[in-house]
């Protein structure tokens, strides 16, 4: 079982590539390369699961749209990306399809883990802005900080760290209050 990020760059891999392989693996395709993800531990599953528990229950009396979690396929271009969790907004459901979600998320949750962070942060950064994703959530899981941020014109806005002491809401989702005590 792998612990580290394994880059496969040995060619140009493309989404054709990327749907064949069914060896059990977690993937993502990014710039043409195929990277292995390492299998998420107990502790960043725990919180992960944690934060889509609080956004299904909102959900399930606030119908205003849905939220997947990982491992769900989302193409962006040319890439297909992983994100732990994901919000879509009802009135952009469509690009939910029977193998994928295909389309920017409007809210995309990441959980960092320390083989993946600064790729998280960086590169699918990166990715998520350019293809669309209005608002970005970084949550590392050793400090008990959640980064939140907007996209702006060409970067994203960062709208500050929020810690045990504080709840998160987002624009995307009215009434939705996310109590970090409950998360860490």
Known sequence: ??????IFNDREYTIEDYMKIDDGQRYELIGGELI??????????????KISFQFESFLRQNPLGEVYYA????????????PDI?????????????LNI??????????????TASYDKK???????KYGVKEYWTVDIDAKIIDVYKVGEKQWQWLGS?????TITTQLIPGLEIKLNEIF
């Open 36 to 49: 292995m993800v390492p299998s998420p531990k107990p502790r960043h599953q725990r919180v992960s699961a």
């Open 71 to 82: 491992p769900i396929d989302v193409v962006l271009g040319d890439q297909v990306v992983q």
């Open 1 to 6: 079982m792998a612990t580290e990020l394994t």
């Open 162 to 166: 929020y810690d045990e002491e504080d």
């Open 86 to 98: 994901i919000f879509i907004s009802d009135n952009r459901l469509n690009i939910v399809g029977e």
């Open 102 to 115: 295909q389309g920017a998320p409007d809210l995309v949750i990441e959980v960092l883990s320390p083989s």
């Open 123 to 129: 590169k699918k950064g990166q990715i998520y802005l």
